[in-house]
């Protein structure tokens, strides 16, 4: 099937994680859409929050130089890591490169450290950037940030005066936090945390309690390491004068959020900032349709992931955005179809999870090609 009519589609959708990158679920929509109108003006983004594929992400939809390094990993293994310089000299950086949670092995999280992303840091200073995003989703880190603070001068003492390691495990002992030997170099670069985590750092709703067990934090260790982060930010917070540790997204990527307010950096949805440095709004100006999706769609969407976040500033333009994921759950189908005009997974009828992700690229083109049939219509009279 073809038409005469010629839309502009915005193809934005989210990694469908462990199955399909964000630029690679962006191609196989683009090429269903384009089985309908082999001429569509198709503009992809695919995009990222701040975890896992957001360099990927950023490198698809923009010109952008990959930088290469070698640092200590989050159980102290060199690992290559990458990180971007874009074309305004600014510089993205993705934690799960050298802290995800996929690269823990057999340490306790008490042991673990966020020392080589500071590191990283560091090199990037070195290269001149004076802008710089960091990317906090998917940590397997429960440090507090300092990891990161430490191999950019901070120093952390105990009673007696002796420097700490930079882990969680050693913060039992901290009196003291030492922020007069940082980076000086710091105070003239503007640091960016890209999260959409609104946890503080400590409590109930902090970094620990959250999202600790997670990355293996014992029930039984949460309200002891919760203690040692609270005493962290209190002294932390005490040298800057500032309450940084109960701020929405200090608890972001285990207390990384926190670390970053304390060296002066904003914290921003991830989504929102990708999108900005995708020129995304230029796109969907004028759009007929914006088609977005993620690996599965649920409760937790609405309350900001890339697809709803997305979809926000098509409907701030007047563009009518729909939803294509892996799977859906059916009781979040109430509150998506409030900002989805029409909600599509690749899981349900003859297609199981399993088969959903072995298949996924030629099933989401198929879905994608389903779909555009079932607009054509409506999209025509735009």
Not at 161 to 184: C, E, I, M, Y
Not at 274 to 296: M, N, V, Y
């Amino acid at each position: 099937m073809q038409t005469s009519f010629i839309p502009r589609i915005v193809i934005a959708p989210d990694s469908f994680k462990g199955t399909l990158s964000a630029a690679q679920a962006a191609h196989a929509m683009a090429t269903g859409l384009s089985r309908i109108w082999p001429e569509a003006d198709l503009h992809l983004h695919p995009m990222a929050d701040g975890g896992e594929g957001t360099l990927e992400a950023v490198a698809a939809a923009m010109p952008a130089q990959w930088q290469h390094a070698v640092m200590p990993d989050l159980e102290g293994r060199l690992k290559p890591a990458r990180w971007l310089r874009l074309p305004d000299g600014s510089a993205v950086i993705e934690s799960a490169e050298l802290v995800g949670i996929t690269l823990v092995g057999s340490s306790q999280v008490a042991d673990r450290s966020t020392l080589g992303l500071g590191q990283l840091l560091l090199a990037v200073l070195d290269a001149g950037c004076a802008r710089v995003l960091l990317g906090l989703g998917g940590t397997g880190t429960n440090d507090g940030g300092v990891g990161l603070l430490a191999a950019l001068g901070a120093r952390f003492l105990d009673g007696r005066g002796l420097l700490l390691p930079p882990t969680l495990a050693s913060l039992a002992d901290l009196a003291v936090v030492d922020l007069s030997g940082l980076d000086s170099r710091l105070a003239q670069t503007r640091l960016v945390a890209l999260a959409d985590v609104a946890s503080p750092l400590c409590g109930a709703t902090g970094a620990t309690a959250v999202f600790g067990p997670q990355k293996g934090v014992r029930s039984e260790e949460v309200d002891r390491f919760d203690r040692r982060l609270q005493r962290l930010g209190e002294l932390g917070d005490a040298v800057r004068g500032q309450d940084l540790r109960d701020q929405p997204g200090s608890g972001a990527a285990g207390g990384l959020g926190w670390a970053l307010r304390l060296l002066g950096a904003t914290l921003e949805p991830g989504a929102e900032a990708i999108a900005d440095l995708q020129k995304l709004d230029a796109s969907l100006a004028g759009a007929d349709w914006l088609l977005t999706g993620e690996g599965r769609s649920d409760a937790q969407t609405p309350l900001g992931k890339v697809p709803w976040r997305v979809a926000g500033r098509a409907a701030r333009l007047a563009v009518p955005a729909s939803l294509l994921s892996g799977d859906i759950d059916s009781a979040a189908l109430p509150a998506l179809q409030q900002r989805f005009d029409h909600c599509l997974a690749l899981v349900g009828g003859a297609v199981d999870r399993e088969t959903a992700q072995r298949d996924a690229a030629s099933l989401l083109t198929d879905a994608a090609e389903a779909m555009a049939r079932q607009h054509c219509e409506r999209l025509a009279k735009r």
